[in-house]
């Protein structure tokens, strides 16, 4: 039996973390109170205050111009995205509700990088099969239901270049993955990390981050 050697993460420890993390710089702050206060029963779909400023820093690292995000909600992590990206990259942001999105247009053009960002209001599986088939995605963000993951998985990973990254939000769902008897999204999400591990067009790991973070390079 292997141990880990992850902390507890107390509040105080997850304080300290976001301390000595890259700040949300105020659009940011902003997006994630309007989203706590507009959307109080469902604002725990915002990606992790810790993941914005990972996920600028994959796009800075791989140089990524081309980026897929399947899972909008209210646009926090398609602002991370869209602000580290060079001039002339794009985020193709996939989502299905206007309300939600609605929120993250704001912040879009108060960031000054709504021209970055190629929202598409349909279902994600319909927006990735209309997309050119081959090899073109620098990198991609997945957070969205839980039961689509395998779906959108067998969309992106053909659309991505040699190299680039695809970035899978939840693969631990609240430690559920672990129960032999899990359901609904926890069954998903083991189903998923199965084929995920057992796929050799990628290299994968995954990371107690948050709730879990799957980084897949295709290879």
């Known amino acids: ?32 109170t309007a989203t ?6 469902v604002a725990g ?6 993941q914005a400023p990972l996920l600028s820093f994959l796009v800075t690292l791989t140089g990524a111009r081309e980026i897929v995000e399947v899972g909008t909600f209210t646009g926090f992590s ?23 999105t609605s929120l993250g247009r704001q912040a879009w053009a108060k960031a000054g990088v709504a021209d970055r960002i190629d929202l598409r209001i349909a279902p994600a599986l319909d927006t990735l099969r209309s997309l050119p088939a081959e090899p073109w995605i620098d990198l991609a963000f997945l957070d969205a239901d839980k039961g689509g993951y395998l779906g959108y998985w067998e969309e992106l990973v053909p659309r991505l270049r040699p190299g680039g990254l695809l970035v899978v939000d939840n693969t631990l769902f609240h430690g559920d993955v672990v129960d032999p008897e899990a359901s609904g999204g926890a069954a998903a999400i083991r189903e998923f990390n199965d084929r995920v591990a057992a796929d050799d067009r990628v290299d994968h790991v995954l990371l107690t981050v948050a709730d879990g973070l799957t980084l897949a390079r295709k290879r």
């Open 1 to 32: 039996m292997h141990e880990t050697k992850n902390p507890q993460l107390t509040p105080e420890l997850y304080q300290y973390v976001l301390d000595h993390n890259p700040p949300l710089d105020p659009v940011q702050r902003d997006l994630v």
């Open 36 to 41: 706590h206060e507009r959307f109080a029963d």
């Open 45 to 50: 779909l915002q990606t992790a205050h810790e």
């Open 78 to 100: 398609t602002l991370a995205l869209a602000r580290a990206l060079p001039d002339g990259g794009r985020v193709i942001a996939c989502d299905i509700s206007e309300e939600w």
